[in-house]
């Protein structure tokens, strides 16, 4: 049966400075294998007990992924269903329908085309972080 987990912790850069932490905000939680949390943090979480406190690094493939060159695309402004002139750096959208369709962000609009990106924003990135498990259960309705 699958566990439930919950988590303080704390996200270092390569200074070893804290960016992000639970410290005074929510504990992050997750059930094993329901594909809510990062696969590299659950997998470094699964088997702990409460009390555990810990360290690991993460590379991008196991946790946002890669970044990959072939996720930026020029697209034609006709292809957009909005006015071209509204488009600006930095908005996101969804272009494609049904299992084609994919989340991206405007990273550059030019004369030719609009420069989107479909990669997550955090691919590419890898993490270090500090954890304490503060809640390890099983799974209740």
Do not use: C, W
């Not at 699958?2 to 270092?12: D, S, W």
């Not at 479909?118 to 993490?127: C, Q, T, V």
């Amino acid at each position: 049966m699958p566990k439930f987990y919950k988590f303080e912790y704390a996200i270092l850069n390569e200074k070893k400075e804290i960016v992000d932490s639970s410290d005074g905000g929510e504990p992050l939680s997750f059930v094993e294998g329901d594909g809510t949390m990062i696969g590299g943090l659950e997998n470094a979480l699964l088997g702990r007990a409460v009390g555990d406190e810990f360290s690991v690094f993460l590379e991008p493939a196991e946790a946002y992924g890669l970044h990959h060159r072939r996720l930026i695309k020029t697209l034609s402004k006709d292809m957009i269903h909005t006015d071209a002139e509204e488009i600006k750096v930095g908005m996101v959208f969804q272009v494609g329908s049904g299992k084609e369709s994919e989340v991206v962000k405007v990273i550059a609009v030019e004369d030719d085309g609009i420069v989107v990106d479909g990669n997550h924003p955090l691919a590419g990135i890898s993490f270090h972080f500090d954890i304490h498990v503060i809640e390890v259960r099983e799974v209740s309705e």
